[in-house]
């Protein structure tokens, strides 16, 4: 079976700051505190979307049509707006637009507004405040006449500062491919995900201004470049191209847009360019749309984000000239190149060449002969009427490999006449987990499977093919760094290659044991738990890394932290499909970690006592530990937290499987000893006020009602059972989903006689209890897991999320 390959680098690429800006020395003051009367002639800028962002297009004809002119004060308080028609707008070229503006006294901040209507909606809130920010627009973007914005301080305006960069709602993609891929003929992409739409302005262009959208299914592929608004949800959105390989049908590939070559997925912003260039394949993709959308993007699949030609991030001045350089970069550990841009107006004899380059650091190397090796944009003429044009260069420095597991930065000075600037370069820390000659490999995972890659331990975990491992999925808490051994029952064990010049390891020898061995003729450290079987919680990142190999010859120390605070558990034949039910399923390896959490239980005797359970921070089949509320804005997006919704049996109450007895469910849900929480502990928690109903608030200022339980552990003081609602139905295409709003749990724990049925009821066996909340109500209540009535199955189930315990 062949593995198919298909290697992308995606360029992301931002608007440029070029220079242009207008005088208002000239202009006379007038009647309001602010501004002139007469107004100010401010310089509109409309930043480039292609590659050289600062080159004039000849097959993009964007253009401004109308504007809107929104004054607030120094509170954000909405003061009025007036529109100017695209006869008063004085198209400069080059996407450079002249407009006088006028603001009411009492501004502190214009924003701009182009190609949209604006309504007082639109402009202030319910409490006269700016609104911008929320108001949203939707439909397909218009590359050809974008909504644009922007925003300047009026204190600005008066020193001098007269230009004003817009910048576009929305950003778009494109596909290439490497021209040596004559087998590979792309016909069409499609983007899947993003959102229907965008808010007019945004306080923070990188990143997200709405966290909860609807999301597009689109229905054409097509070529060129595509408009899409930007997206929350990091790694929601994808792409798949449609391509013949070797002359062969239309396959399909799924593309996902992650960072720098890693697995961290990429947040969409408004105002970029995705570029992503097919260099590399190897097969053909999948053989319909469909296949491709319900796999994950493939294990040959590599994705790097280059900015080859970084933003002019800073400018500054003299009288006769300007400077601009790019903002700092960021480069992984293993790269030896790093590209930096920079723009000057001064001439020299009709030249541009009157700059030097110069590097304070020995890991980075500026060529010798930078001057012509350099690339460059000649810039089109500024709007200032006694500036001179200017130059965009583009000069690639060599790194020298970074191999330590720490980042460092370096600093390059760009200087032009008088003015000089630094432009930072940060190269990150090795990841010796993908050193290729220490490979680490994974033993004994239970439930092994064909997509499980026990021979590449980190590359399976970075894949996405174990779910929920990722710290955005942990609340920002590292856990895919080094690794793990399970509570509870472990089984584990790992290979570390021993290589040439190797010095003993070392390591804590009360936690973990590591001893020599050859396995297929290789040697390896082999890692093995050295407590036994426990439900103890620890982290080597408390105290000290637990194994450390150094090697004499390289003088290079890697280091591996240890975890015993969690599991690998894989959802698999019926628990992944036959027991749940909805629009998708929870299957594929998760990771869960454990928390103590303390119930107050009734003996039988009557008296309470204090009981600890081992509870998953999680629900079944959820990929991260976080809360979802779809009341609210920040959290709507986050119903990867919901888990599974499972059924908790199946019995049709025959001599087989009677309902009284018949646990099959149950017990296909549980991992090892962590089974379905029963009423006992749930019921515990809530006595022990550690299950408990708060009132808290998003960072958006949202209120909303959180269902937490309290932990006993330090790090990790409170986990969460987010609302769910539930499924029911006779199968999936029947299912309807009811109660968004309510948090819900099964438990494994049938109506009792006492609570309502005699033990030789036919009933008896199809109630089961479960948690309800909903708003500030919490309950234990009771329902029939399937249709029907007198001990009858009438096969319509009801389907909830579960959490799972031990004792």
């Given at each position: 079976m062949y593995i198919k390959k298909l290697t992308i680098w995606l360029f992301m690429l931002l608007a440029m700051v070029s220079t242009a800006c207008s005088d208002i020395r000239d202009i006379v003051g007038g009647g309001t505190q602010d501004l002139p009367s007469d107004g100010v002639v401010l310089t509109l800028k409309l930043p480039n979307f292609t590659k050289n962002t600062v080159a004039t297009r000849a097959n993009e004809q964007q253009q401004i049509n109308s504007l809107c002119v929104l004054c607030y004060d120094a509170g954000d308080n909405y003061l009025g707006m007036s529109t100017i028609s695209s006869a008063n707008i004085k198209d400069k070229g080059d996407d450079t637009y002249d407009v006088k503006v006028k603001a009411v006294p009492g501004t502190a901040t214009l924003h701009i507004v182009a190609n949209t209507t604006?309504?007082?909606?639109?402009?202030?809130?319910?409490?006269?405040?700016?609104?911008?920010?929320?108001?949203?627009?939707?439909?397909?973007?218009?590359?050809?006449?974008?909504?644009?914005?922007?925003?300047?301080?009026?204190?600005?305006?008066?020193?001098?500062?007269?230009?004003?960069?817009?910048?576009?709602?929305?950003?778009?993609?494109?596909?290439?491919?490497?021209?040596?891929?004559?087998?590979?003929?792309?016909?069409?992409?499609?983007?899947?995900?993003?959102?229907?739409?965008?808010?007019?302005?945004?306080?923070?262009?990188?990143?997200?201004?709405?966290?909860?959208?609807?999301?597009?299914?689109?229905?054409?592929?097509?070529?060129?470049?595509?408009?899409?608004?930007?997206?929350?949800?990091?790694?929601?959105?994808?792409?798949?191209?449609?391509?013949?390989?070797?002359?062969?049908?239309?396959?399909?590939?799924?593309?996902a847009f992650l960072n720098n070559g890693t697995s961290t997925p990429m947040d969409l912003l408004r105002n970029r360019h995705y570029q992503v260039k097919v260099t590399a394949v190897n097969h053909a993709g999948y053989s319909s749309e469909k296949e491709a959308k319900d796999n994950l993007p493939e294990n040959g699949l590599s994705v790097e984000v280059v900015d080859d030609n970084p933003p002019i991030m800073k400018m500054i001045a003299c009288k006769d000239y300007e400077l601009g350089v790019c903002g700092k970069q960021t480069v992984l550990g293993n790269a030896e190149e790093a590209t930096i841009t920079f723009v000057t107006t001064k001439p020299e004899d009709s030249k541009y060449n009157d700059f030097s380059v110069v590097s304070h650091d020995p890991w980075i190397t500026v060529p010798t002969d930078y001057k012509s090796e350099a690339s460059y944009i000649n810039l089109p003429t500024t709007a200032r009427p006694n500036s001179s044009t200017g130059r965009l260069y583009t000069i690639k420095l060599t790194l020298s490999k970074n191999c330590e597991s720490d980042a460092h930065t370096g600093i390059v000075t760009i200087t032009s006449g008088d003015l000089s600037l630094d432009v930072l370069i940060t190269q990150k820390g090795y990841d010796f987990r993908t050193d290729k000659n220490r490979i680490v490999r994974i033993r004994d995972l239970?439930?092994?499977?064909?997509?499980?890659?026990?021979?590449?331990?980190?590359?399976?975990?970075?894949?996405?093919?174990?779910?929920?491992?990722?710290?955005?999925?942990?609340?920002?808490?590292?856990?895919?760094?080094?690794?793990?051994?399970?509570?509870?029952?472990?089984?584990?064990?790992?290979?570390?290659?021993?290589?040439?010049?190797?010095?003993?390891?070392?390591?804590?020898?009360?936690?973990?044991?590591?001893?020599?061995?050859t396995d297929g003729g290789n040697n390896f450290y082999k890692v093995t738990l050295a407590t036994g079987d426990n439900y103890e919680r620890w982290l080597s990142s408390e105290a000290v890394t637990i194994i450390s190999i150094t090697n004499a010859r390289t003088k290079i120390t890697v280091s591996y932290p240890v975890y015993h605070v969690g599991l690998f558990a894989q959802l698999t034949g019926k628990a992944a499909t036959d027991y749940q039910l909805g629009e998708s399923k929870a299957s594929g390896w998760y990771y869960y970690e454990m928390v103590d959490v303390e119930a107050k239980v009734t003996k039988k005797d009557g008296t309470t006592e204090n009981k600890i359970y081992h509870m998953l921070d999680r629900n079944l089949g959820a990929t991260n530990n976080g809360y979802y509320s779809p009341s609210t804005t920040a959290l709507a997006g986050n119903e990867g937290a919901i888990g599974g919704y499972f059924k908790i049996s199946e019995s049709d109450n025959s001599d087989q499987y009677p309902a009284k007895t018949d646990d099959r469910v149950v017990e296909a849900l549980a991992i090892g000893d962590f089974k379905v929480c029963d009423n006992k502990c749930l019921q515990g928690l809530i006595d022990n006020n550690n299950l408990e109903i708060v009132e808290e608030k998003t960072h958006y200022g949202e209120k909303y009602n959180c269902l937490r339980i309290n932990t006993d552990e330090r790090d990790i003081p409170q986990i969460f059972i987010p609302m769910s609602g539930y499924y029911e139905g006779k199968n999936d295409e029947d299912a309807v989903y009811k109660d968004s709003y309510h948090a819900n749990l099964w438990t494994s724990s049938r109506l009792s006689d006492y609570q309502g049925f005699s033990s030789t009821s036919p009933e008896y066996g199809f109630w089961y209890l479960y948690l309800d909340a909903f708003g500030k109500s919490l309950n234990l209540s009771n329902y029939r897991f399937v249709s029907g009535s007198s001990g009858k199955n009438k096969g319509r189930y009801r389907a909830m999320p579960v959490r799972l315990v031990a004792e």
């Open positions: 604006i309504t007082e909606s639109d402009a202030k809130d319910a409490d006269g405040k700016n609104n911008l920010y929320n108001a949203t627009r939707d439909g397909n973007p218009n590359l050809d006449a974008p909504v644009c914005w922007g925003s300047v301080k009026v204190e600005d305006l008066l020193s001098g500062s007269t230009k004003l960069w817009l910048f576009r709602q929305f950003a778009k993609a494109s596909v290439t491919k490497d021209s040596k891929l004559t087998n590979f003929e792309i016909t069409g992409f499609k983007l899947f995900n993003t959102a229907t739409k965008g808010t007019i302005a945004t306080k923070f262009l990188d990143k997200v201004a709405l966290s909860s959208v609807d999301y597009t299914h689109e229905e054409a592929y097509s070529m060129g470049e595509h408009p899409f608004y930007e997206t929350p949800v990091a790694g929601k959105a994808y792409m798949i191209i449609k391509a013949k390989y070797n002359g062969g049908p239309d396959t399909f590939y799924k593309v239970e439930n092994k499977s064909s997509d499980l890659n026990q021979d590449d331990y980190f590359s399976w975990m970075d894949s996405k093919q174990l779910q929920g491992i990722m710290p955005e999925e942990n609340q920002g808490r590292v856990r895919n760094d080094g690794l793990h051994f399970f509570v509870g029952k472990n089984q584990v064990y790992y290979l570390i290659p021993k290589l040439q010049g190797d010095l003993p390891p070392t390591y804590n020898h009360s936690l973990v044991n590591v001893e020599e061995i």
